[in-house]
């Protein structure tokens, strides 16, 4: 399945990226409508994701022309941040919109929402993929006192963050200084990183699946006050 991604930020794609990572989905970033427009015969794609809340102004002239355009039939979803109101969303439908998303996917009901509208071909036992539209999570607060830190396997430099967001297999961790993480390329195991849970502190292995805005990574065991929650 081909989804052309349409949207400015990295981040935006990041997340519909890891949220389709378990699904036979090749995703494809245009950071230009424009530029879009001009590649859709060549894309060719299944379904277009266009970001409304980084063309505001755009995404009625964009949904125009793939109408116009393209012979097969194509879905088109909305990724929208907090700005947009009852009035955009009437017009949208109108317009032939089959689906209209928070672009943050604040929450599992929408990863597993945008997952039931795409119907993405799952990938096989064999095909690794990041188990994370099917996995529960839960987003860790001050209070939890959650942390992590690990070496850079080569130059040695300790690798300070925040964790966003944790599930029973997988983690996400934003990096104070990205610079230091740039070079970790995936698949990469990461040994002997220190993991606070509260007040206990863990040894643990990790493996890197992808580094893009953050670094996701999985367990290779996790610990036992975690494990509880799941």
């Given at each position: 399945?081909?989804?052309?991604?349409?949207?400015?930020?990295?981040?935006?794609?990041?997340?519909?990226?890891?949220?389709?990572?378990?699904?036979?989905?090749?995703?494809?970033?245009?950071?230009?409508?424009?530029?879009?427009?001009?590649?859709?015969?060549?894309?060719?794609?299944?379904?277009?994701?266009?970001?409304?809340?980084?063309?505001?102004?755009?995404?009625?002239?964009?949904?125009?022309?793939?109408?116009?355009?393209?012979?097969?039939?194509?879905?088109?979803?909305?990724?929208?941040?907090?700005?947009?109101?009852?009035?955009?969303?009437?017009k949208a439908e109108a317009l032939g919109v089959q689906g209209i998303f928070h672009?943050?996917?604040?929450?599992?009901?929408?990863?597993?929402?945008?997952?039931?509208?795409?119907?993405?071909?799952?990938?096989?036992?064999?095909?690794?993929?990041?188990?994370?539209?099917?996995?529960?999570?839960?987003?860790?607060?001050?209070?939890?006192?959650?942390?992590?830190?690990?070496?850079?396997?080569?130059?040695?430099?300790?690798?300070?963050?925040?964790?966003?967001?944790?599930?029973?297999?997988?983690?996400?961790?934003?990096?104070?200084?990205?610079?230091?993480?740039?070079?970790?390329?995936?698949?990469?195991?990461?040994?002997?990183?220190?993991?606070?849970?509260?007040?206990?502190?863990?040894?643990?292995?990790?493996?890197?699946?992808?580094?893009?805005?953050?670094?996701?990574?999985?367990?290779?065991?996790?610990?036992?006050?975690?494990?509880?929650?799941?």
């Amino acid at each position: 399945m081909k989804v052309l991604l349409i949207c400015e930020r990295e981040k935006v794609k990041d997340q519909l990226v890891i949220a389709l990572s378990s699904y036979l989905v090749e995703v494809i970033w245009y950071r230009d409508p424009i530029k879009a427009m001009d590649n859709l015969d060549e894309i060719d794609p299944d379904t277009i994701v266009l970001s409304a809340a980084d063309f505001p102004r755009h995404w009625k002239v964009f949904l125009a022309f793939v109408q116009g355009t393209i012979k097969k039939s194509v879905s088109v979803f909305l990724l929208i941040s907090d700005t947009f109101d009852r009035e955009e969303k009437s017009k949208a439908e109108a317009l032939g919109v089959q689906g209209i998303f928070h672009e943050e996917l604040r929450n599992e009901t929408e990863w597993e929402s945008l997952i039931n509208v795409l119907h993405p071909p799952a990938k096989g036992k064999g095909e690794q993929g990041i188990p994370t539209s099917k996995e529960s999570f839960f987003e860790p607060s001050p209070k939890d006192r959650i942390e992590l830190l690990f070496l850079h396997p080569e130059t040695l430099h300790l690798i300070e963050g925040k964790i966003t967001r944790i599930g029973k297999e997988t983690l996400w961790f934003l990096p104070s200084k990205k610079e230091k993480t740039q070079d970790l390329t995936p698949p990469l195991h990461l040994p002997a990183c220190s993991f606070r849970v509260g007040s206990s502190l863990h040894t643990i292995d990790l493996e890197l699946l992808e580094n893009r805005e953050q670094l996701v990574l999985r367990f290779l065991q996790i610990p036992p006050e975690l494990a509880e929650r799941f």
